[in-house]
């Protein structure tokens, strides 16, 4: 994986709601992923776990005991500049066609990932992450909107994709699962900057635009539920 680089926020040790986020601050840290092994380890081995069940119903509880194993950030916040998106077709995982600029055609909170269903370590533990931030914006009655494109598209059919959302416990319009031509969904990561010469070898990056004029941010690393609410809130803070 690629040496993620920008920026972290300096989070309390606790969630102490979203009044108090624009407390945030933002400090420069040198390093990247080598210099936090320990709680990196500790996050692709719950990935790999889950994906060796091939199942899910028991993530809460392993994002809060990976949530509680470190009080230190092990995620990077930077600006993430996005010159032109391309106009590229989609197929969801319903099979509906629909394209890149329509998925993104939101005002609300926007969360981007990439992902491969036979990952066996990042791709899914990013996806439970997202799955609990969903999860927590639904119960406070928060809008956001999340969408996964696949770096695998030969692989990942609308069924695979289908199945790999259900294993999360994820459905309904508000998160969607895309893939599409390969060549396609490679100008995609390349627009995002996740592209790293093969889909072994992508970045653990996770991508926030707040709303529609916002810019896009890009979160690299092994941010707990927690950590991503609170980059959300910063953002919206700062709206």
């Known amino acids: 994986m690629s040496k993620p680089g920008g920026f972290a926020p300096t989070l309390p040790s606790r969630d102490a709601g979203w009044g108090t986020l624009g407390r945030v601050k933002v400090a420069a840290v ?33 994002l809060q005991a990976q949530s509680a194993g470190s009080a230190e950030p092990d995620y990077r916040v930077s600006r993430q500049d996005v010159d032109s998106l391309p106009d590229i077709g989609l197929v969801t995982m319903q099979r509906r066609r629909t394209s890149l600029a329509r998925e993104l055609d939101t005002d609300d909170p926007l969360w981007l990932n990439f992902v491969f269903t036979t990952c066996s370590t990042t791709c899914s533990m990013q996806t439970a992450v997202l799955a609990a931030l969903q999860g927590r914006l639904r119960r406070e009655a928060r809008r956001a909107r999340f969408l996964s494109l696949t770096i695998d598209p030969d692989g990942d059919t609308p069924e695979q994709l289908s199945a790999f959302a259900a294993r999360f416990g994820i459905q309904g319009p508000a998160w969607q699962f895309c893939t599409g031509r390969f060549d396609d969904l490679l100008l995609s990561q390349r627009a995002f900057d996740v592209y790293r010469g093969s889909k072994a070898a992508h970045p653990p990056v996770v991508l926030l635009r707040a709303s529609r004029r916002a810019p896009w941010w890009r979160i690299a690393g092994f941010p707990t539920p927690e950590n991503l609410h609170a980059v959300l809130a910063a953002q919206l803070r700062s709206a």
């Open 30 to 62: 040198q390093g990247g992923a080598q210099a936090l092994p320990i709680r990196r380890r500790r996050w692709l081995g719950i990935g790999a776990s889950l994906a060796a069940t091939g199942a899910c119903a028991g993530w809460p509880a392993v």
